[in-house]
C-alpha cells in the first residue's frame, strides 16, 4: 500500500507560480519501484496528464499545453516529486493530482497508476 499526499496548490493570479509536492510513503515500499506522476481535472473536464518522472528523476515527460511551463522532479531521497508551475494562465484552474505507478513504468494512462492522491486545488485568475 502507497499513500499519496499533495500540498502546495492556491490561488494565483495569471503569470505567476506555484510549486505543487507529492509525497509517497509505505512501509515497504522502496523509491526504485515507483513511477509518479501529475494528473488534473478541470470542472466538467475529464483528468488529462500534466507530466510524470522514473524513479531516477531522468527523462520527465510532459503534456503537450504545458510548452516548457511546468517543471517536475524528484527529490535525492525519491520519495517526493514536485511540480514548478509558471507563467500560469486561467486555463490551468484544476484540481491537480499526484499519481503513483508501483513496479511499472512512466506512462500517460491514468487507468496505469494504481495509488492517487486526494488532488489539490489550482485556480489561476485573469
Known amino acids: 500500500q502507497v499513500h499519496v499526499v499533495e500540498s502546495g496548490g492556491g490561488l494565483v493570479q495569471a503569470g505567476g507560480s506555484l510549486r505543487l509536492s507529492c509525497a509517497a510513503s509505505?512501509?515497504?515500499?522502496?523509491?526504485?519501484?515507483?513511477?509518479m506522476g501529475w494528473f488534473r481535472q478541470a470542472p466538467g473536464k475529464g483528468r488529462e496528464f500534466v507530466a510524470n518522472?522514473?524513479?531516477?528523476?531522468?527523462?520527465?515527460d510532459y503534456a503537450d499545453f504545458v510548452e516548457g511551463r511546468f517543471t517536475i522532479s524528484r527529490t535525492s531521497a525519491k520519495n517526493t516529486v514536485y511540480l514548478q508551475m509558471n507563467s500560469l494562465k486561467p486555463e490551468d484552474s484544476a484540481v491537480y493530482y499526484c499519481?503513483?505507478?508501483?513496479?511499472?513504468?512512466?506512462?500517460?494512462?491514468?487507468?496505469?497508476?494504481?495509488?492517487w492522491g486526494q488532488g489539490t486545488q489550482v485556480t489561476v485568475s485573469s
Open positions: 499519481a503513483v505507478v508501483q513496479f511499472g513504468k512512466m506512462t500517460r494512462n491514468a487507468n496505469s497508476y494504481d495509488y
Open positions: 509505505g512501509r515497504t515500499v522502496a523509491y526504485t519501484d515507483l513511477a
Open positions: 518522472i522514473g524513479w531516477n528523476g531522468l527523462n520527465p
